[in-house]
Nanobody, 126 residues
Framework: QVRLVESGGGLVQAGGSLRLSCAASGRTFSNYALGWFRQAPGKDREFVAAIRWSGGATYYADSVKGRFTISRADAKNTVYLQMNSLKPEDTAVYYC???????????????????WGQGTQVTVSS
């Protein structure tokens, strides 16, 4: 049974940093892409960043390029999202997802993800 557990959210002032973690378990993820999405109140879930477990290719939404970095730790089966220069508009619940059926075109699409974590709240105050 696949399980994704996010942690690391919290309250931070604008300009600050947070690092989110997503601990993955239940199978080998070498053929998966792991992604971060976020959802603010009243808005759709939107793509933030993703990484292909095999090879480590990374993908980012334009809104976070240059500020966020996604990475993985193979030995820990964990994906990280380092978030710097945070803005109030980054406030959302952040979700980790795992996609087996991905293509480069579908990586930003939440429908392509097979498994999800429970989410972690990130609040950025102005």
């Amino acid at each position: 049974q696949v399980r994704l557990v996010e942690s690391g959210g919290g309250l931070v002032q604008a300009g600050g940093s947070l690092r989110l973690s997503c601990a993955a378990s239940g199978r080998t993820f070498s053929n998966y892409a792991l992604g971060w999405f976020r959802q603010a109140p009243g808005k759709d879930r939107e793509f933030v960043a993703a990484i292909r477990w095999s090879g480590g290719a990374t993908y980012y939404a334009d809104s976070v390029k240059g500020r966020f970095t996604i990475s993985r730790a193979d030995a820990k089966n964990t994906v990280y999202l380092q978030m710097n220069s945070l803005k109030p508009e980054d406030t959302a619940v952040y979700y980790c997802g795992a996609s087996y059926r991905f293509t480069i075109a579908t990586i930003p699409l939440s429908d392509a993800y097979d498994y999800w974590g429970q989410g972690t709240q990130v609040t950025v105050s102005s």
